[in-house]
């Protein structure tokens, strides 16, 4: 099974995305989906995480402003996400963490 993550964009602050992370197989199989992103000089940080109860957790800076979900009867995970800043520019990974798996990244930037 393969990730391909997607959905990634210019965007003014305070816009929003909502990224997909599609799976080649069953994504249902593969359990915990996490989203991490690397901003631009910066090392890859953790951003959410959905397991297959579709329990989330969030990284405290993103907390209230994005909502990952899952839908497990079309192989994807989304991450939705309002209110950007600029911090929030990046490179977005989707990532099956019993599998260590990473997809590709897509890239997002938030910029005026």
């Known amino acids: 099974v393969q990730l391909q993550a997607s959905g990634g964009g210019l965007v003014q602050p305070g816009g929003s995305l909502r990224l997909s992370c599609a799976a080649s197989g069953s994504i249902a199989s593969l359990g915990e989906i996490g989203w991490y992103r690397e901003p631009p000089g910066k090392q890859r940080e953790f951003v959410a995480v959905i397991n297959s109860g579709e329990q989330t957790s969030y990284a405290d800076f993103v907390r209230g402003r994005f909502t990952v979900s899952r839908d497990n009867a079309n192989n994807a995970v989304y991450l939705q996400m309002n209110s950007l800043y600029s911090e929030d520019t990046g490179i977005y990974y989707c990532?099956?963490?019993?599998?260590?798996?990473w997809g590709h990244g897509t890239q997002v930037t938030v910029s005026s």
């Open positions: 990532y099956a963490l019993t599998y260590r798996l």
